[in-house]
């Protein structure tokens, strides 16, 4: 699987978009970018996944440059329950292995 | 039941005893993968389940860890002779897995079960 790389952590004032940048310039045609997140105490949740077009769901929106050499996940409004470790991964789809989870980027959202 | 569900949810322990912990998936799911945790850390990969497959056991940090999978359903996690080191969150996870009709490869996490090796 493509490495990522992601900021270690972001700040975000609640009700503003909050954009999470991830980089995997080494991605392969067939693998996909998963997003997950994993609020404090929980086990991780999935938000999102695309493989080359924009993808956007009801948790957020996800942006794949033309290259797929990165990404944006962006929650449009920010709340204080978006505070979590935000995990992006590459991965080839249901690929029979498992999903290697990095150290992802912590984004807190303040009032 | 609709999630996956994981128990104990909290197992404290003397250092070496054995620790069994168990994960039951979502029905129907036939992939099913065990991570765990420790403090302030990301998650840590120990074993992956698909199927009649056999297991991959890649991310099994010693012998002393093993798992299994009765019935294509239920899986126990046992750590033997627990040591201070393996106290973390053991997350379990399912998903549909291959062959299925497989929409996202999401993968379905219970709440984990915190060990804490005394």
């Known amino acids: 699987d493509a490495k990522t790389t992601q900021p270690p952590s972001m700040d975000c004032a609640e009700g503003r978009a909050a954009n999470l940048p991830c980089n995997h310039s080494t991605i392969s045609g067939n693998e996909y970018v998963y997003w997950y997140r994993q609020i404090h105490s929980q086990g991780p949740q999935y938000i999102i996944h695309g493989l080359k077009n924009n993808e956007t769901n009801e948790m957020a929106s996800l942006i794949i440059t033309e290259d797929r050499k990165s990404s944006t996940l962006i929650l449009p409004h920010a709340t204080l329950r978006d505070t979590a470790v935000y995990y992006c991964?590459?991965?080839?789809?249901?690929?029979?292995?498992?999903?290697?989870f990095g150290k992802g980027t912590s984004l807190l959202v303040t009032p | 039941g609709a999630g996956v569900s994981q128990s104990p949810s909290n197992k404290v322990t003397e250092k070496g005893k054995d620790v069994e912990l168990r994960c039951d998936p979502i029905?129907?799911?036939?992939?099913l993968y065990w991570y765990r945790q420790s403090l302030g850390q990301g998650l840590e990969f120990l074993i992956y389940f698909q199927g009649n497959s056999a297991p991959d056991k890649s991310g099994l940090p010693s012998d002393r860890f093993s798992a299994e999978r009765t019935g294509g359903s239920v899986s126990t996690l046992t750590i033997q002779r627990t040591q201070q080191e393996d106290s973390a969150v053991y997350l379990c996870a399912s998903s549909l897995g291959r062959g299925a009709q497989v929409l996202s490869g999401e993968l379905f996490f219970g709440e984990g079960s915190r060990l804490t090796v005394l």
């Open positions: 991964i590459v991965r080839v789809r249901d690929s029979g292995y498992a999903l290697n």
């Open positions: 029905s129907g799911h036939t992939a």
